[in-house]
Nanobody
Framework: QVQLVESGGGLVQPGGSLSLSCTASRGAFNSYTVGWFRQAPGKVREFVAAHRWSGGYPDYADSVKGRFTISKGSATNTMLLQMNNLKPEDTALYSC??????????????????WGQGTQVTVSS
């Protein structure tokens, strides 16, 4: 079973950037899609981005399209989320997870498993 660990969160000013990492500490991402989700206090967990490990085109929530980029990292079994032009509304706990469903299910949180503990992102001046 894949175990995921997120890192890279922190405090950043509006307009700043952060790069999050999702690393599989046990197992591999082969044949999985890796998704990033976020959850702000008092809100439900929402889809951010997803990318199939074997390739293809990623998918992004409209709220982050053009600002966030999901990609495979240079390290083995690492999926990155580069976040640019951050806004206060991006403040949340960011988590990654895996799924084997086809693209049409990528935005459905119920389709994911192997959740990591998350990394906090706070955007504030």
């Amino acid at each position: 079973q894949v175990q995921l660990v997120e890192s890279g969160g922190g405090l950043v000013q509006p307009g700043g950037s952060l790069s999050l990492s999702c690393t599989a500490s046990r197992g591999a991402f082969n044949s999985y899609t890796v998704g990033w989700f976020r959850q702000a206090p008092g809100k439900v967990r929402e889809f951010v981005a997803a990318h199939r490990w074997s390739g293809g085109y990623p998918d992004y929530a409209d709220s982050v399209k053009g600002r966030f980029t999901i990609s495979k990292g240079s390290a083995t079994n690492t999926m990155l989320l580069q976040m640019n032009n951050l806004k206060p509304e991006d403040t949340a706990l960011y988590s990654c997870a895996t799924t084997r469903v086809v693209r049409s299910g990528w935005r459905d949180v119920a389709q994911y498993y192997n959740w990591g503990q998350g990394t906090q992102v706070t955007v504030s001046s």
